[in-house]
């Protein structure tokens, strides 16, 4: 079953004196690349988000973000008394060597960061339960809509790899004709430059020539390859191995075309290619 890894889900809790929302997002990656906007509350707690999105995600670049609205009054505000008396007593010294007025002290020390700062918010080990089961919820969300892009991706990726059966058909139907063609092109160039022609030599060349034409391998082999692709799109978690059968679908696709010698065939190659590369593009969203 093909999953993108492009996704969307969100989630909230209200909790005694606060209402938490979560965001998950993600998009493609190579491997799991997990990204966090927290509070600095929760951030001890990013290990523990990042072993669920392994679990529940696998792959893709996720973002988690948590945004808190207070519901009670604004936490309390601590005052450094060290740092405060540290720095009037420097302010005053230098107010007095630049011969400035002394009034303002107190706003500027008010500003000083080591001077006021906020009271810590202590982790609720109750409260973070109900988040966490929120944030399960906002990544349950985001996989819902995984499967949901990966139905109209899968949708694609048949209709693409159906297109390159059919060229192929077309190619087949072609090839029966192309190389008795080419024979007798060759008869009667060599015609044309002589009436003399060792007819043993000339089918020996013929058939050498004609093997080096040979496509009849590499159109099984692209079948089967086709085939499979197909039946690789059923399976769990198949971005990796699909990207592998698109190589192999190419490496096909590429020696039919060095061998076609047909302006024809030449252009059902070149419609192969163009529909391969599309795959290629949406295969690298496929979780």
């Known amino acids: 079953m093909i999953k993108s890894m492009t996704g969307f889900g969100k989630a909230s809790v209200s909790l005694k004196e606060k209402k938490i929302s979560i965001e998950a997002r993600s998009v493609n990656s190579k491997g799991l690349d997990a990204g966090f906007r927290l509070p600095s509350v929760y951030r001890e707690k990013e290990t523990e988000i990042k072993n669920l999105l392994s679990e529940k995600l696998k792959r893709g670049k996720v973002d988690i973000s948590l945004s808190t609205e207070s519901s009670s009054e604004e936490k309390g505000v601590l005052i450094n008394k060290q740092a405060f008396k540290l720095h009037h007593k420097e302010l005053k010294l230098l107010c007095k060597e630049l011969k400035m007025d002394d009034k303002e002290i107190l706003m500027a020390l008010l500003r000083m960061p080591d001077v006021m700062k906020p009271e810590k918010e202590i982790l609720d080990p109750k409260e973070w339960k109900q988040i966490f089961a929120a944030i399960e919820k906002a990544v349950s969300e985001l996989d819902k809509f995984r499967l949901a892009e990966g139905k109209s991706l899968e949708k694609d990726l048949r209709k693409r790899a159906d297109v390159i059966l059919l060229l192929l058909s077309r190619i087949e139907t072609m090839d029966k004709e192309r190389v008795p063609f080419i024979k007798e092109k060759i008869r009667k160039q060599v015609a044309e430059l002589t009436d003399k022609i060792d007819q043993n030599r000339f089918e020996q060349e013929i058939i050498y020539y004609s093997e080096k034409l040979d496509i009849t ?18 399976e769990d978690e198949s971005g990796r191995k699909l990207g592998f059968i698109s190589q192999e679908i190419g490496r096909e696709v590429n020696t039919i075309g060095s061998k076609a010698n047909d302006a024809e065939m030449q252009k059902l190659v070149v419609q192969m290619k163009d529909e391969l590369e599309k795959i290629k593009e949406q295969i690298n969203n496929v979780l």
Not at 217 to 234: P, S
């Open 217 to 234: 391998e590499e159109k099984v082999r692209l079948k089967t390859h086709c085939d499979y692709f197909l039946k690789t799109m059923n």
